[in-house]
């Protein structure tokens, strides 16, 4: 039983660089933890601090009931799998395997049945006797998590498993790992996971809860479907969903008895509950604007809430089922998410011709100008 | 391309080719001359050798490989032989542990003066060994060390050879970390790390550590005729040098027939360790 509980983490490095700046986070036991961010948000760097190949400046590190911050890598409890693999080149797949368990002192049959159940478990029982080199990148992968598996770590660590294979394979890893992990726990054996991705996509995918961090600070902690619908703030939404959510800077403006937003020359007229729950916030003046390209229609619903506004097309994308239709609404780009169905007409625009889009109003995000933070 | 143009190409291709591997078979061949001549000389007569050009003895007896061996001294050229093993060997051990332990420590551990102490290290390689040869000399002379192999072979445990420090630091910086930090979570202690894992990764640089450092010490003249006063302890290099200095005139076919005999441990050795050279870093396991 292996929750892992980041209190106050801090890590300061020589050169008076602040790469982690108070991270809190409780990841509980045999849940499958997300770290997403963009490069320099120290994700990998936190992964590493509860490995314990790098020190955390201040803070205090749990996993399960010991305080972990002074013990080396052996004492925790804990496997990791790297991002370029990290295997032994001159031992074979089994020397690979077995090397921790061999070390730890466990006797030779153990080993040896630890390693062969682990390697029909990866369904790579015929690699056991090659050398890495021999091995596809795909191979080496499952190798690299064979070695994790092996050990019966109380915590996986993955450091970005899967950035080095091709789409295609990457897409089977993310099935295959998602399962290994419900396998694994419904065998008895604790499996909390730790993740570590820049990919949003294998964030929601795989993450059974995901942290999104930027610049060393948690942004937000959260179930994929709460983070994907409701953002805590403007970094979260830009991040996750793909394409991006769009962010427009507008300006709260009343017009009458309705509260709207200004953007540049348009006025869009904000449904009730958006403008009832803006009321509570002072400084809801500026503000960015957001709405996920899937609420953005080519027709129109006759909804309340839903606003027809002029744009010209720039840039079609056809993606099979549903076409990304990139516009430029004065000036502002603006995607939309559209159904090919629905695509109508619009599918055959050229470049700079106009089009009407149906802005879902109802979807939409606020977020504060000055710090982004979530206004409704 | 039609039939034509494609043998036009071919024959075009075959000529450059052939005019290449001549070039590069008459440099071999300029570069190689003296050794040939000097297996050639091995079989002449003293009054043939300054006599005649071309390396092609006469007729082929091995007369002066015996008389050569044999010596004019008690000793035979075994015993030369033995001596320079046991130089070289404990020489190539205590150069490879001492040498891999600091170049570790240079490359893989942050410690207070690390760059400090990897400039000097770096600048004694600038330094003439000539300089060194006095205050050692009276060094070891202290210790009591003056006629035995230990001046030869002492020294090299406390990595004096800084070139291989060098070489063994940079071929370790050029192999990632990830797998010596997959190893620390596999449950490696520094000892551990060193011997399972870097050892194994250094191999193709071990391997030319030692090839060097066994031509280098066999070749050593300067090292054992300062150090060794008696013949019975003399290696192949100052027998040699021994054998020309007699005051009778000089048989030089024993001396070349013997000079070749010298030469083949050296030779032996680059040899077999010439596929290690090349396999190198070709088997890294890390992709990406």
Redesign the interface.
Known sequence: MAAVSLRDIEKVYPNGFKAVRGVNLEIHDSEFMVLVGPSGSAKSTLLRMV???ERATSGELHIGARRVNDL???QRG???V?????????MTVYGNLA??LK??GLPKPEVDQRVRQAAELLEMSHLLER???QLS?GQ?QRVAVG?AIV?KPEVFLFDEPLS?LDAKLRASMRVRLTELHHSLRERGQSATVIYVTHDQVEAMTMGERICVLKDGEIQQVDVPRVLYERPANAFVAGFIGSPEMNLLQAEVEQRGDAVGLKLKALWLPLPAELAAALDGHSDAGEVLFGLRPEHIATVSRSDRGTVAIGARVQLLEHMGNEVFIRADVQGTPLTARVPAEQVGDIGQCRRGEACTLHLNLRAAHLFARSDGRRLC | MSAHATALTDHAQRSRALIRYTVLLAVAVLMLYPLLWLVGASFKSNSEIFSEVGFWPERFSPTAYVKGWKTSTEYTFATYFLNSFAITIPRIAVTVVSCVLVAYAFARFEFWGRKLLFGIMVATMMLPLIVLRLPQYLMFRELGWLDTYLPLIVPSAFATDTFFVFMLVQFLRGIPRDMEEAALIDGCNAWQLLLYIIVPLLKPAIISVVVFQFIWTMNDFMGPLIYLASVEKYPVSLALKMSIGATEEVEWANVIAISVVALVPSVAVFFMAQRHFIEGTASSGIKG
């Open positions: 490995a314990g190949l080396p890598p052996k804990i496997a990791m790297f991002q370029n693999y990290a295997l032994y080149p001159h090397f921790g070390l730890s050398h890495p080199r990148g080496a070695r050990k080095n």
